[in-house]
């Protein structure tokens, strides 16, 4: 199907040109995992073991704040503290940073540099494209040159055998 459809082909070798610049953004991803996730584990293991009790449980939840599900709910156990209908006062702003600067620096530039690698790859395989249809346009107008080149001569020696037969 890839070589039927130009367009796939194109999408296709656009994804394996950008593998391996994807590894070094998923290398960035990891290391700001780790990070995060030992400042996690230190800063909020105790109050929430439950999501920061350890690396393993903070890896989880920092993938759970990066895809943006239910990362409020985390966040709100740590800036509020326990939660009491009768007292719901602000403990504490860090959460508010730790988990505002993850979801920024994760989501936001990290997911776009994964966008632009594969835009970028994109754009190569279009170039590379683009220059294939014109080397086939190219030998195209070539063999029509020649095709108008022998009908020519061969109009030519038509003329000279009729005028031969004449004479």
Known sequence: MITVFPKLKLIISALFKSIPSMGYII???GLLFYVYAIVGVFVFGKTDPMHFGDLHHTFVTLFKVLTLEGWTDIMNVHVFGPINNENQQIVSLWPFLYFSSFILIGAMIIMNLFIGVIMNSMEESQKELSQELNEIKYKDKNTDELYKHIITRL?????EIKSLKKN
């Open 27 to 29: 290398m960035l991803i």
């Open 155 to 159: 109009d030519d020696l038509n003329k």
